[in-house]
């Protein structure tokens, strides 16, 4: 049999986004993305040491998976968390097994939708939104974060860790996400802003919001059992399932 002749089957994934705030230019705006099923290639990859120590492997593995001619750093982050599901369920099936507490968990992940989001507030290509902080009225924009986005705080939080710096996660991402204060767009104005003059009480509000509101995959686990819903744990059975 002619090797040429094989052909991988592929599955298309539909975009939580649905390709809305990627410019007309990029493949992403058509909201799909096509995948292939994982192969031995891949496994070697989930096992590869280098990728698991430099916390590398799970993007690895999907930018193998993809089969569409993307920029995988243009990857909206709630995007990129239907691919990881789908990157699951074409490696090893539907079927996810887990345990919280004593009591285990069986989850079907091709029932896992996207949240639903009101298209209304968004502008076709266009990644930025308006909010108004509630307790000091102060007018800002943002935008939802990109696995670009990403790599670059991940990559400022590493550098301050080296100074043996406190880890400002949470402040470090608020610089990122808000591209303006007022009527300044100016990365200073907005760092000295999430510094010195955000309110805690202002930051937990608009972070709730963007929770809300940013498209993405509903992750919400509801037990059989009728018990209170949870998220949905990915531990390292997700795509390890015979890890012992």
Not at 79 to 98: H, M, P, Q, S, T
Not at 129 to 145: A, N, R
Not at 175 to 186: A, L, Q
């Amino acid at each position: 049999m002619a090797l040429d002749n094989l052909k991988l089957p592929t599955e298309t994934v539909e975009l939580p986004s649905k390709g809305l705030l990627y410019p007309k230019d990029n493949p992403l705006s058509s909201g799909t993305i096509e995948m292939k099923y994982m192969t031995a290639r891949e496994e070697d990859i989930l096992t590869n040491s280098a990728y698991i120590k430099n916390g590398t492997v799970i993007d690895k593995l999907l930018q193998s998976l993809i089969v569409s001619s993307i920029k995988y750093d243009d990857l909206l982050i709630g995007d990129k968390n239907a691919i990881l599901i789908a990157a699951r369920v074409l490696g090893y099936g539907k079927d996810y097994e887990f345990t919280v507490g004593d009591t285990t968990h069986i989850v079907d992940l091709t029932q896992i939708e996207n949240k639903p989001f009101d298209e209304s507030l968004f502008t076709s290509g266009v990644n930025e939104f308006s909010y108004t902080l509630p307790h000091t009225d102060t007018d800002i924009t943002f935008k939802l974060l990109s696995h670009g986005d990403e790599k670059k705080i991940q990559k400022e939080l590493a550098g301050i860790k080296k100074l043996n710096q406190s880890n400002p996660d949470g402040s470090t991402r608020l610089k990122y996400i808000i591209t303006s204060v007022g009527e300044s767009r100016e990365p200073k104005d907005i760092r000295e802003f999430v510094d010195n003059y955000l309110l805690a009480k202002d930051a937990r509000a608009f972070r709730k919001y963007v929770l809300e509101f940013q498209p993405d995959v509903d992750l919400t686990f509801f037990p059989d059992d009728g018990g209170d819903s949870f998220p949905l744990p990915i531990g390292i059975r997700f795509f390890y399932p015979d890890f012992e």
